[in-house]
């Protein structure tokens, strides 16, 4: 395999792609390399989409004095500690602090991260909700991040943000579709499903609605990718 003979094997920690696709990569690399996978998935969930005629209406008003809108440089240091928690809730790839601060700096500079913004119990505003799409073609773009700070959750923030978002790349930035991966049994389906994103809540399922998976491999060097 050009793999093996072109990359030092300790370097692919994991893969990640379509269920069938995985599991072959799998037994392959581990009789190759000798890297047995992990006894567990990283990650297993489902890929959806929404678009246009799929996009549902957008929520109830906004809370008096909540705002949404795409981050700018002086969120720095709010949307570098929710991407520092975001990476510490998926466990096997956390980030250090000026690793957080690195990405929160590249999507605010890039356009690629929006917020919920809302006030705390002290009346200071706060960033409540975050989302981010750092991947996109020209037709497609993919939210690759979604999180609500703990003391925020419940109050239906990430709904508004992911809607918002959604609507503005289909339609602000003309993408025929919005995709995103939403892992199994994520109670937050519920709400992609509402948003108007498909296959999800045990509804028939369009041939583009796909299970992917993500297993690691152990004895490597994890990073990002």
């Not at 991407?83 to 605010?108: K, R, T, W, Y």
């Amino acid at each position: 395999m050009n793999l093996y003979k072109s990359v030092q094997s300790q370097r692919i920690f994991s893969v990640f792609g379509l269920v069938p696709v995985v599991c072959a990569f799998r037994n392959i690399w581990a009789h190759i390399s000798g890297h047995n996978p992990e006894p567990a998935p990283f990650y297993s969930a489902k890929l959806t989409y929404c678009t246009k005629n799929t996009l549902q209406p957008a929520p109830s008003r906004l809370p008096q004095g909540d705002s949404l809108r795409m981050a700018e440089i002086n969120d720095l240091e709010q949307v570098s500690a929710l991407c520092h928690s975001f990476a510490q809730d998926s466990v096997h790839f956390p980030l250090e602090d000026n690793e957080s601060g690195m990405q929160a700096f590249e999507l605010i500079q890039e356009k690629r991260v929006w917020v919920y913004q809302t006030y705390d119990a002290y009346g200071r505003q706060r960033i409540a909700s975050i989302v981010c799409s750092s991947r996109s073609s020209r037709n497609v773009a993919s939210i690759t991040k979604v999180y609500t700070a703990p003391e925020f959750r419940g109050r239906q923030f990430a709904k508004f943000l992911v809607h918002w978002v959604t609507q503005s790349l289909l339609y602000n930035e003309s993408k025929d579709a919005v995709v995103l991966y939403v892992s199994h049994g994520n109670p937050a389906e519920k709400v992609y499903h509402r948003i108007g994103y498909v296959g999800l809540c045990g509804e028939p399922r369009p041939a583009m609605v796909e299970d992917w998976l993500e297993v690691g491999f152990q004895g490597t060097t994890r990073g990002h990718w």
